[in-house]
């Protein structure tokens, strides 16, 4: 079973079937809206490539994914890219041993304020971080100690464009 919480805004419809991969409707557990969150549940089979999942959702605003079922991941590849109003995103422990690439991961995110990467663990296969964090204007601080690992190959533009970056922790 997966469980999504997500915060929308009240302007915009959200429509979860943008996710992709897109769990079927079938498969949908039970869908609760209340105060403009929304929390889903599905079964599903694990998922391997989270690439764009929640790329181009304007009305995205918050997301938990602290009980996404992770260790099979392989790629992140621009996974909330184009999120233009997210402001908050939320690991929890979320295991990324598998996970080879996060470029543009969060790129375009212009109104992320905080990301918790306090408990994200195992980043051994992480080769590409290609401008992760381009264009996040109202990133502050991050900490990023969670990801250790001499590994990297492509970390060009990690912060481009993040104008309001003042502290990182690595």
Known sequence: KITLTVTI??????????LNPRPKMTSILSYKAENQ?????WDSEPYYNCSHMFANLPALIEIDLSEFNSKYISDMNCMFCNCTNLT????????????????????????????????????SSLINMYNMFGNCLKLKTLNLSSFNNNNYINGDYLFSNCIELTYINF
Do not use: H, P
């Open 9 to 18: 805004d009240g302007t915009e419809n959200f429509i979860f079937l943008k």
């Open 37 to 41: 969150k929304i929390v889903f549940e």
């Open 88 to 123: 908050y995103v939320n690991f929890g422990k979320f295991n990324a041993s598998l996970v080879e690439s996060m470029e543009n991961m969060f790129y375009n995110c212009e109104k992320l304020t905080s990301i918790n990467f306090d408990e994200f663990y195992d980043v």
